[in-house]
């Protein structure tokens, strides 16, 4: 896995600030959204004999006038079958199927404990085409510390993306830092071009979720 590598192409045409160093495979690039700092970078979970594994994270945070949490799951097969129990059980854990939107939630389960508002959110257009284009991301929106009502996004991949068992929800990253330090110019070229055509747009699709996200949870009072 080349995370850094292929973050630091992107940073070069996107901007922001771009932190790694060479020995970890952690980047961090730091960018601006609303006078607000939308910082991308991978979480690492689990270890043992499998493990530590990796995922894509985006975090955003936003101001709520009243505590709010949401979680909207990746979209998973089973989904399906457990969204049609919610429907005749309603409310149980805190999940719900009732929103309004089945060409987006059939296959995410979603939790929250304010229905109505959730129902407002999930109205956006941009934040619903936001999450077809991302069906192997998860969202949650979080209360932060304080009374200032500092509430925390968080989109995360589902699929771990240094997993063997999986393409890590369609990220590429390749072997750019062996090319970059053994590599011929030709060879180091032909590595970015791949980065532009295939992490680009994967990762415009990532952060445009987390910025729907935001617009969403904002564009209603509470």
């Given at each position: ?123 956006s257009l941009e934040l619903r085409n936001a999450l077809l284009a991302c069906p192997g991301d998860k969202v949650e929106v979080r209360p932060g ?78």
């Amino acid at each position: 896995m080349s995370w850094n590598h292929s973050l630091y192409i992107y940073h070069k045409k996107q901007g922001g600030q771009f932190l790694a160093d060479r020995d970890s495979d952690d980047g961090m690039l730091i960018l601006a959204f609303k006078d607000h700092p939308l910082v991308v970078d991978i979480a690492t979970e689990g270890g043992g004999r499998f493990g530590p594994f990796s995922y894509v994270r985006a975090r955003l945070p936003v101001a709520l006038a009243r505590p709010y949490e949401l979680t909207i799951g990746a979209e998973k097969a089973l989904s399906g079958g457990v969204n049609t129990v919610l429907k005749a059980v309603p409310g149980v854990a805190g999940y719900s199927a009732d929103f309004g939107c089945p060409e987006v939630t059939k296959k995410r389960l979603i939790r929250t404990e304010n229905v109505p508002f959730t129902k407002l959110v999930l109205g956006s257009l941009e934040l619903r085409n936001a999450l077809l284009a991302c069906p192997g991301d998860k969202v949650e929106v979080r209360p932060g510390p304080g009374d200032e009502g500092l509430h925390l996004i968080t989109v995360t991949t589902a699929a771990a993306v240094n997993s063997l068992s999986n393409n890590g929800g369609d990220w590429y990253l390749g072997g750019g830092e062996y090319t970059e330090i053994y590599g011929s110019e030709e060879d180091k070229a032909k590595e970015s071009r791949r980065v532009e055509k295939e992490f680009f747009p994967r990762m415009d699709r990532f952060l445009a979720l987390t910025r729907a996200v935001y617009s969403a949870v904002t564009q209603w009072p509470m």
